[in-house]
């Protein structure tokens, strides 16, 4: 089955330091990937997503996600995180069968001191 | 600026009574989605529709929820009756119904079942 494991719950980074969020996917078939934010009492915006080619992917706000095949993974990078980047972050694989369901994995929380 | 509107925002209620959410897909998109989230269990899928027809329930509890399109512009989601372990975030998200789509996602209506 489809599933989704983001290994860290919660990150703390500081102002202006580097970011990487890790997300590793079990899925049969070449996986369609999203990584999606979620801000306090907000809904879940898109940063991202992965289909095919170039496996190094840009997003909104800065952000970036490189996939790779052979360790099943899709990590979300920030070369320098901003205080507005608090968040809840969350990656995502498409499930083709069903066009376009989605399978979340449990969710990052990034703090980020100043 | 086209979005997914819900409502209510919130709602707090007693267990045993009706709750009824609302869903404003956004214009021309054809496939809804309804999520839950919950510090236990993060984001689960309950329900979705393409062209309004349910394409997937199984995620939702079949005995107390319902979920139905009247229309293309309306989504609604049915407890009857509430418990108090139905308190969550439902939201409700639409898309274009393909593979790569994004799905947009609403700001959600936060349920407290007292």
């Known amino acids: 089955a489809q599933s989704v494991t983001q290994p860290d719950i919660h990150i703390t980074v500081s102002e202006g330091a580097s970011l990487e969020l890790r997300c590793n996917y079990s899925y049969g078939a070449t996986p369609y990937l999203f990584w999606y934010v979620q801000s306090p009492g907000q809904g879940l915006q898109l940063l991202l997503k992965y289909f095919s080619g170039d496996t190094l992917v840009q997003g909104i706000k800065g952000f970036e996600a490189e996939f790779k095949r052979s360790q099943s993974s899709f990590n979300l990078r920030k070369p320098s995180v901003h205080w507005s980047d608090a968040a809840e972050y969350f990656c995502a694989v498409g499930v083709q069968e069903y066009g376009n369901k989605l399978v979340f994995g449990a969710g990052t929380i990034l703090r980020v001191k100043s | 600026d086209a979005r997914v509107t819900q409502t209510p925002r919130h709602k707090v209620t007693e267990m045993g009574q009706e709750v009824t959410m609302r869903c404003q897909p956004i214009l021309g998109h054809n496939t809804v989605f309804w999520y839950r989230q919950t510090m236990m269990q993060g984001l689960e899928l309950l329900a979705y529709f393409r062209n309004r027809a349910p394409l997937d329930d199984s995620g939702m509890p079949k005995d107390r929820f319902s979920a139905e399109m009247p229309d293309a512009t309306l989504a609604t989601l049915k407890i009857q009756p509430s418990e108090p372990r139905d308190s969550a975030v439902y939201f409700c998200?639409?898309?274009?119904?393909?593979?790569?789509?994004?799905?947009?996602f609403g700001p959600g209506t936060r349920l407290t079942v007292l």
């Open positions: 998200a639409s898309g274009l119904g393909g593979n790569r789509d994004e799905q947009f």
